[in-house]
T-cell receptor
């Protein structure tokens, strides 16, 4: 069964304290791994797509990496405005996105 | 920047009533999706739609649900007889190809 597991469920950081979020997956025929940001009461906001092991993508303080079994979202020197829930999702060979439960990040000033 | 829009932002209905949730996907996109998120739970896939027909649906998407693209711009989700457990955020998404789905802001459905 296709599955996505994210850890930790919640993460509290001080402003400037770098860390990483983990996304482990099992999927039949990975056709892409996606990271989204979700603010309370809002829709997921697209961040990155990764397609193959070894691939990396960067956007401001965020960097996403992919291996054959997991992906990491590295946050460098986070700011309070980075506080949100970060969702990982995989695209399987039937065309649907399968989401993890998310990591809720809180960055304190 | 183009974006997916959804109306209404919040819908309150009585159990057993029909509701229609509306979405306007990004204009040059060809693939359309509905997802739902029950409070505190994962985002769950409901249905995908391409070339005027359903291409994939989940076990959640039973006979009470239907989707339609009535014109060139709107994409709708109808729930025929709402149940209490249908209360959730419903997200529409669209994509230009089978990857990179962009989500709307959601409709919060409350069934009383």
């Amino acid at each position: 069964e296709d599955q996505v597991t994210q850890s930790p469920e919640a993460l509290r950081l001080q402003e400037g304290e770098s860390s990483s979020l983990n996304c482990s997956y099992t999927v039949s025929g990975l056709r892409g791994l996606f990271w989204y940001r979700q603010d309370p009461g809002k829709g997921p906001e697209f961040l990155f797509t990764l397609y193959s092991a070894g691939e990396e993508k960067e956007k401001e303080r965020l960097k996403a990496t992919l291996t054959k079994k997991e992906s990491f979202l590295h946050i460098t020197a986070p700011k309070p405005e980075d506080s949100a829930t970060y969702l990982c999702a995989v695209h399987n060979n039937t065309g649907k996105l399968i989401f993890g439960q998310g990591t809720t990040l809180q960055v304190k000033p | 920047e183009p974006e997916v829009t959804q109306t209404p932002s919040h819908q309150v209905t009585q159990m057993g009533q029909e509701v229609i949730l509306r979405c306007v996907p990004i204009s040059n996109h060809l693939y359309f999706y509905w997802y739902r998120q029950i409070l505190g739970q994962k985002v769950e896939f409901l249905v995908s739609f391409y070339n005027n027909e359903i291409s994939e649906k989940s076990e959640i998407f039973d006979d009470q649900f239907s989707v339609e693209r009535p014109d060139g711009s709107n994409f709708t989700l109808k729930i025929r007889s709402t149940k209490l457990e249908d209360s959730a955020m419903y997200f529409c998404a669209s994509s230009a190809n089978v990857f990179g789905q962009f989500f709307g802001p959601g409709t919060r459905l409350t069934v009383l």
